[in-house]
């Protein structure tokens, strides 16, 4: 490694002493480098490297004032470029460079050589495809090429992409990054797709290679890349869109080595000019930085040096087809000449053409004789004219990329703090940002302050119905988690407006009733941890955000409720579900808790406990995002509303690691795909949403403030924004689909700090268009979704999927991630629905056929089929549902025997010409013994408002099933029967008119439906639903059942069918329309086509070409060295933490305190001494320091003396682990009484073993603070109290009844004393017990 500190070179011992001899994370591979970093900047081409001498020289200079150990003129030097070279500055002749170059061309461009221009025409002339990309903008870009290639250069190339934004065209997705079409230079309308050749701008990889299909009649055509630039073209085409490259490096202008070949691999006519003779370029060896390619290593003490390759060289193999000095080399090439290239076959050497880079050749990494040669050909070739003669054209290219980019890493919006704390707040901000937040409340953040403002106004309206209880039996006695969703935002709206000392004291008096709870669990689920959680983070979020208001005892109060709570969440994650069971809604929401939690306890130095805490977080939420990977559309398995909740948590997590211990997620696939599942679920007019599994009418949470995290940090491009402000105008006031009364000011907190008001609100590139989409891990289409609620505007959803998603049954069956998964039992289906072949459908945005909510798990509760006779025990017997459904539990079942294996799969989900065909086959659903061979659904949407839905059940030749009965359900308006020339139907009344259905099976016939509103059994969230049950009788081997959905504004005015065992025919007939529908309903793809329909005179065609082909996902590489990786960020945070506290202490005896503290896991023979010899070093550093010697002791340095207190922890800590883990493995059954022993109990006396093994009672502070929160067995249990209680009121009024009647009359005084004398000890022992009891609340 070699560095330098302005242009000085550091030495070897320099480096050690600076950056140590760990491996710079950033560079074990390049994909970090694709993000632009606050840490670092890499120059990485030879435009960019005066921009480093220039940072350099700024460092001298600022170095002959003083030497720093803070620089901050990097926010210059951007300045400077973007002033300079910002896409207007072209037009607007402003800067030094633009005026400079367009005055006179000539003394700053090289005209291209003839022979590269002959050779892009002999391309173009064999039918290659040709384009020119890049970052540049268009008026710039004309001017170059103008000069470079000719007036006539538009003629060259076939695609031209200008202000590209690379290496963003590649890594982003079409709805981040559109392309746009050009007028006089200016972009125009966003595309949904890329239709023709041609000029555009920005856009996207993916548009582009579907271009490219089209034009080269080819699947698959093979796409090479030009370019000069490692992290803006090579890497990134290489990675994301996995092309040929072509690296231009100059560096190989400077061999003047012809390889020595025994053999001639090609007949001399087709070698290049550059195996002739070799120009002058020696750029690849500096004085100060020697080999471009390759390095020494020094030795340890008499050992050589050994030579190795650099980090560039390492990448050029790595990630290029071939590596050529220029253009020009190989330009006099016929265009079939063999290319010997980079493979992990062959030499690291083999892909430079026309030789090996000289230095590697010298050193022996080049071996005798050439590695097989292999053909490299393409079907489209893509050109970047780059350095040297054509390099000059890229100049604006890297330029562009560094002014425009610099705010699209997230690391920059989200600066590493590393333990840098000035008290607090710490968590989300720092002391400094208040008020820049406080000026963004009044100015960009308006809105959203707004929203805040009204959420405490009610509260301080309506205090006691929003301040948390005093009674602790009362504020266990139901779902508490509303304390804790509300009080985020009136912590948040006291930092904004400091005066308002109103909303401060109802904070203050809100945390104390909240800290006065012996529990903050709820009485009749103890062993759910989900209410402790919400109150839990809210609670350590409000004593980060009000710290400074609360008073000294306040502050150690409210600390030490922390500190409990977080120390029972500790324990509770080695034994609960959520512990081990990823991608469940409970995780991160448990997790981000004790996250917060730790990370409050850390900055007061209670680092041990916060070091546990913070381990056993990221070793159970890494795993997850790990997981994620797997999940390739960005859905979330338990549906939307409760992604939302999953997500509230998770981003959360996400801001906090990468804030605290700079763990970044946010180049995440997952993440990257995500505002796809948020975008393409909601129904017209932004209201509802698709409510597929446990659900409400939308969401639970947010989901603003996930669509602006994902605009900030993710996406950068105001599509996130725009949606979250669409929904947010769009709310229901009233009536279903209001925001819960405890969840709808949860999130508003996070809106408000991650808002990025320079994202200006731009829809999506497709908006106002009607899109399909598959969520193929999901197992779920959509069309419509995000529409305006209008006429003709409708919304179609089909789920036919695995149970879990893809990824989890995949990971589940295929035994994938084998150290962290046994199963099952490691994730939980609980929320989803038996569901497979079910849809809903809204046109004009009504919801017509809806799904039935968060309900009991029961097949008839869905839109979708049972069967008679049952074949098994059933939960609604003759009639056989999904083998998911359970009759005895609230939750779906889902772990053991066939409920294990149950799927549904999406065949085909295709749109043309307005006309959407779905088709779904659900029969894995069902129990085997019913005998079903097929069970297919067809959904054809004819018309806005017109749906035809087809179910195809084929029976095996022995199966026992008689009859079909089908559910259609609407949760807001009850169906009306109604009945036309004797084909039944039903409808629901609207207020723009009514919504009808009708049926029939393939003979004609319509059977009489039931129509039945149900109502849910008592504890679900909502009161039923309305739905309309169509039997149909079975007839072996095939039967069809035809459903007709009409919306108001169609007259349908005939409806028939005919069919034979592999063809159905419906004929429609509106007042406008005619559609004659022909669907081939067989499996066996004898028929080229699913469906043909003719629409009036169109004729439309759904061929079975469009079938879906779900490939399996690979199983993430190196899954457990990832975790660990990530796991290796948090402990030095601490360290610096320890180091911080340590060398802050002045006085003896509080230096003592906290070194006690620090060291109490340590070897307890040693913490005397260590003590000791800690503050001698700590003194001693002081006394230097202000002496201003620059060293402290001989021998000695302070950050090398202090013990690592970690490491005993970490021992002590898996040992803990290992036993939890292998406990929760066995998933012993949940006994729910005995789990009502795990109630939460703070006791007011706290308890702490000390290292002289002495208790000690009743201390305050938290000092004695123990590290869980409650004796692991109780004292007396509630069952008992109870049980004695009973027995002793009856002993009581038994003696009482004795008294008045046997012993009346005694006639001995001292009978009748000892009597009373009994009553009353037993009343003292009853009131006793009554006590008991309350506080037990039994």
Wanted: net charge negative.
């Amino acid at each position: 490694m070699r560095a330098s500190h302005g242009t000085k070179s550091m030495t070897h011992e320099e480096i050690l002493e600076i950056y140590g001899r760990r491996e710079w994370k950033h560079f074990k591979t390049f994909s970090g480098m694709v993000s632009r970093s606050a840490k670092y900047y890499c120059f990485d081409n030879y435009f960019d490297l005066p921009g480093a001498l220039l940072c350099a020289r700024i460092v001298d200079c600022l170095d002959q004032h003083g030497r720093r150990t803070k620089y901050n003129f990097w926010k210059d030097v951007i300045a400077a470029v973007q002033h300079n070279y910002k896409t207007s500055a072209f037009k607007e002749n402003c800067g030094t460079y633009f005026p400079e170059v367009k005055n006179d061309p000539a003394k700053y461009l090289q005209s291209c050589p003839e022979c590269v221009k002959k050779w892009l025409r002999q391309l173009k002339n064999a039918g290659k495809v040709l384009l020119l990309i890049t970052s540049s903008h268009s008026d710039y870009c004309r001017l170059l090429c103008e000069h470079i290639l000719g007036n006539d250069f538009a003629e060259l190339f076939d695609i031209v992409i200008t202000n590209a934004l690379k290496p963003g065209f590649f890594s982003h997705t079409p709805n981040q990054r559109s392309f746009r079409t050009l007028e006089n230079d200016e972009e125009q309308e966003a595309l949904p797709s890329l239709d023709k050749p041609g000029w555009y701008s920005q856009g996207n990889a993916t548009h582009l290679y579907e271009l490219l299909k089209k034009m080269t009649n080819k699947t698959e055509p093979k796409v090479v890349y030009f370019g000069d630039s490692m992290r803006s073209d090579i890497f990134p085409a290489h990675h994301y869109s996995n092309w040929e490259t072509v690296f231009i490096l100059e560096e190989l202008r400077e061999d003047k080595v012809t390889m020595p070949v025994e053999n001639e691999p090609e007949p001399l006519e087709k070698k290049g000019k550059y195996e002739v003779h070799h120009p002058k370029a020696p750029y690849s060896l500096s004085k100060q930085w020697d080999s471009f390619f390759t390095d020494k290593i020094s030795g340890l003490e008499s050992a050589e040096e050994t030579l190795t390759h650099t980090w560039s060289c390492k990448c050029i193999s790595a990630y290029s087809t071939i590596a050529i000095p220029s253009i020009e080399a190989i330009a006099d090439l016929p265009l079939d000449y063999k290319f010997t290239r980079f493979s992990s076959n062959s030499s690291e050497t083999a892909g430079y053409y026309p030789t090996p880079p000289k230095v590697l050749l010298s050193n022996g990494y080049f071996k005798d004789g050439l590695p097989a040669i292999e053909i490299w050909r393409s079907d489209a070739t893509m050109r970047t004219h780059t350095r040297g003669a054509p390099s000059v054209f890229f100049i604006h290219v890297i330029c562009f990329a560094l002014a425009s980019s610099i705010n699209e890493n997230p690391s920059a919006v989200i600066p590493f703090v590393n333990a840098n704390y000035d008290s607090y707040p710490m968590l989300y901000f720092s002391k400094e940002e208040v008020e820049d937040l406080q000026s963004k409340a009044a100015t960009t953040h308006q809105h959203i302050t707004a929203r805040l403002t009204e959420a405490v106004q009610t509260m301080l309206s309506s205090p006691l119905e929003y301040l948390p209880p005093w009674d602790p039996k009362e504020f266990s006695s139901r779902w508490n988690e509303i304390y804790g969703n509300n009080l985020g935002a009136l912590a948040m709206f006291c930092v904004l407006y400091p005066d308002n000392i109103e909303a401060i004291n109802m904070a203050k008096d809100y945390m104390e009733r909240m800290a006065a709870q012996p529990s903050w669990l709820v009485k009749d689920a103890p062993w759910d941890e989900v209410p402790l959680a919400h109150s839990l983070v809210a609670f350590a979020t409000a004593y980060d955000f009000l710290y400074n208001y609360f008073s000294k005892t306040e502050q150690e109060r409210f600390l030490e409720v922390i500190a409990n709570a977080s120390g029972y969440m500790y324990e509770t994650s080695y034994r609960r579900g959520w512990g081990f069971q990823y991608l469940h809604n409970h995780q991160p929401t448990n997790c981000m808790a004790l996250l917060t939690g730790s990370l409050v306890l850390m900055n007061q130095g209670y680092l041990q406990e916060a070091y546990l805490w913070t381990k056993q977080v990221l070793s159970i939420m890494e795993k997850s995002i790990v997981l994620l990977r797997e999940v390739t559309d960005g859905s979330l398995y338990e549906g939307v509303a409760y992604g939302s909740y999953t997500t509230r948590s998770l981003f959360q997590y996400m801001f906090l690691v990468q804030r605290h211990f700079d763990i970044n997620h946010f180049n995440h696939p997952w993440l990257k795909q995500h505002f796809a599942f948020m975008y393409r679920t909601v129904l017209p007019g932004f209201q509802r949403t698709v409510a597929i599994a446990d659900s409400n009418y939308n969401w639970f949470y947010g989901p603003e403030s996930q669509l602006v995290f994902l605009d900030k940090f993710v996406m950068r491009n105001g599509s996130g924004n725009w949606l979250a402000d669409q929904i947010r105008r769009n709310r229901v006031a009233e009536g279903p689909g209001t925001p819960s009364k405890g969840q709808r000011w949860c999130t508003l907190h996070t809106e408000f700090l991650w808002y990025d008001a320079s994202l200006h609100s731009v829809p999506p590139p497709d908006y106002g268009i009607p899109k399909l989409h598959y969520f193929e891990d999901w197992g779920v289409v959509t069309y419509g979704s995000a529409l305006p609620a209008e006429i003709n505007r409708p919304f179609l959803s089909f789920k036919s999927g695995k149970l879990g998603g893809r990824a989890i049954y995949d990971i589940v069956h295929k035994n994938k991630y084998k150290e962290w998964i046994k199963g099952w039992r490691n994730f939980n289906a609980g929320h989803e629905h038996p569901d497979q072949n079910s849809f809903t459908f809204a046109p004009n945005g009504v919801p017509f056929i809806t799904e039935a909510l968060y309900g009991p798990k029961y097949t008839f509760f869905n839109n979708v089929v049972m069967f008679s006779p049952a074949v098994s025990k059933s939960c609604f017997s003759p009639w056989e549902g999904q083998v998911t459904e359970d009759c005895s539990s609230k939750w779906l079942k889902y772990k053991h025997d066939l409920a294990a294996d149950c799927q549904g799969r999406v065949v085909a989900a295709m749109e043309r010409s307005g006309v959407v065909f779905i088709r779904g086959e659900g029969v894995d659903a069902y129990n085997p013994k019913l005998k079903l061979k097929n069970f297919q659904r067809n959904l054809l949407l004819l018309h806005p408002q017109l749906l035809l839905l087809v179910d195809l059940i084929h029976l095996e030749d022995d199966s026992p099933l008689e009859a079909a009965t089908s559910f259609f359900h609407n949760v807001d308006v009850p169906f009306e029967e109604t009945v036309i020339d004797d084909v039944h139907g039903a409808f629901i009344r609207h207020h723009d008119g009514m919504y009808k259905m009708y049926w029939m099976d393939d003979t004609g016939y319509s059977e009489k439906a039931t129509v039945v509103s149900k109502m849910y059994p008592r504890g679900y969230p909502y009161n039923g639903t309305n739905y309309v049950n169509v039997t149909t009788h079975l007839r072996n081997p095939v039967t069809r059942a035809i459903y007709l959905f009409i919306g108001p504004s169609i007259d349908v005015q005939s409806f028939s069918v005919h069919g034979d065992s592999q063809q159905l025919d419906v004929f429609i007939a509106t007042s406008e329309h005619a559609y004659a529908v022909y669907l081939w309903t067989g499996e066996d793809g004898d028929h080229s086509v699913f469906a043909q329909i003719i629409a009036d005179r169109q004729e439309i065609l759904f061929d079975r070409t469009s079938t879906i082909r779900n490939s399996a996902v690979p199983e993430v590489k190196n899954y457990v060295e990832i975790v660990e990786q990530n796991l290796q960020h948090f402990k030095p945070v601490f360290q610096q933490l320890e180091k911080q506290i340590l060398s802050r202490v002045r006085n003896t005896d509080s230096f003592r305190k906290i070194a006690e503290r620090l060291l109490r896991f340590s070897d307890k023979r040693q913490t005397e001494e260590a003590i000791d010899r800690l503050f001698a070093i700590s003194q001693q550093q002081q006394q230097v320091r202000a002496k201003k010697y620059k060293k402290v002791a001989k021998g000695y340095k302070f950050v090398d003396a202090i013990p690592d207190i970690f490491a005993q922890i970490e021992v002590n800590e898996r040992k803990v682990r290992q036993k939890a883990q292998t406990l929760a493995q066995e998933e012993l059954p949940v006994d729910e009484d005995e789990e009502m022993k795990d109630l939460l109990d703070f006791a007011d006396i706290t308890y702490v073993k000390h290292n002289n093994d002495a208790l000690i009672k009743g201390q305050s502070g938290l000092e004695q603070m123990v590290t869980t929160a409650r004796s692991s067995v109780p004292s007396i249990s509630a069952f008992y109290t109870r049980l004695f209680l009973i027995l002793n009121i009856s002993i009581f009024f038994v003696m009482l009844a004795m008294q008045i009647t046997c012993f009346q009359k005694a006639k001995s005084l001292h009978g009748q004393r000892c009597l009373y004398a009994i009553l009353l000890a037993d009343s003292c022992v009853l009131l006793w017990l009554y006590s008991s009891c309350s506080q037990s609340q039994c």
